[in-house]
């Protein structure tokens, strides 16, 4: 195989094309990821700094549709089809920093959406075991994570609301849809002492994102900040 006007074999006219393109887009994603990490997410006060490699780390930009790749560092959700999103950079930051992510972790995710959250997990935490009800989203977010390396993801298709009781309890449950209430599933996999984060409240409207953390068995909540998430979907609401 030959292209004219390139001299070399083919290796060197492989080499030349990777270097001609990869590292041209690749470098001003970085910049961009880099720019989002400073200006959206450090200075609204996170600081773990686990969190904020992650976030430096993970390629948004192939987590969005192709067509609004440009758009995937921006300061906002975008939509992933299906009536889903893929959240805000500084809500997916907030909601990792809030669960104290370390090494050692298991963290339950309900709403894999396009895979992001999860890949943002995948690289503080010893296993992620995420949940999706959309089929699509869940087949193609499997995909995307094992392409990507995520050998630590594990995805499940199905109702979230019953949690993964094969692999409970959780050190962290993070939740990425809107729950009229917090599923009593979900908190009794929550191992002793673990934290759980989820917004409550009324379907497209203004919610409560809460954290939830087990002592002695019990709940002990406490407000964190007004959000709006699309609605927690169960088996029939589709």
């Known amino acids: ?7 070399g074999s083919p ?6 094309l990777i270097l001609l393109f990869a590292p041209v887009q690749e470098d001003a994603y970085k910049v961009q990821r880099e720019q989002m990490v400073e200006q959206q997410i ?13 976030m430096r ?3 948004r930009h192939l987590f969005v549709p192709p067509s609004i790749a440009a758009e995937a560092y921006s300061d906002g959700a975008l939509p992933i089809g299906h009536k889903q999103t893929i959240s805000q950079p500084y809500m997916v930051a907030y909601m990792t920093q809030v ?36 089929p699509e989203h869940g087949r193609a977010a499997a ?10 993801v594990e995805v499940k298709i199905g109702d979230g609301y019953a949690g993964w009781t094969k692999h409970a309890p959780f050190d962290a449950i993070v939740v990425t849809a809107g729950a009229e209430s917090v599923p009593p599933p979900l908190f009794e996999q929550l191992k002793e002492g673990g934290r759980m984060v989820i917004p409550v409240g009324p379907v497209y409207s203004t919610q409560t994102l809460k954290l939830i ?13 007004p959000v709006v998430f699309v609605p927690f ?5 589709r």
Request: a positive charge; zero cysteines.
């Open 213 to 225: 953390e087990k002592k002695k068995g019990k709940a002990v909540t406490r407000n964190l900040m």
């Open 57 to 59: 780390s993970v390629q």
């Open 99 to 134: 669960i104290r992510p370390k090494p050692d972790m298991k963290v339950l995710e309900i709403g894999t959406g396009s895979g992001y959250q999860a890949a943002v997990l995948a690289e503080i935490v010893k296993q992620v075991y995420t949940i999706e009800i959309v």
């Open 1 to 7: 195989m030959t292209i004219d006007g390139v001299m």
């Open 42 to 54: 450090k200075r609204r006060g996170i600081s773990d700094k686990a969190v904020l490699n992650a």
């Open 143 to 152: 995909a995307r994570l094992k392409q990507l390396g995520y050998e630590n």
């Open 233 to 237: 979907t169960r088996e029939g609401q």
């Open 11 to 16: 290796v060197n006219i492989f080499i030349f």
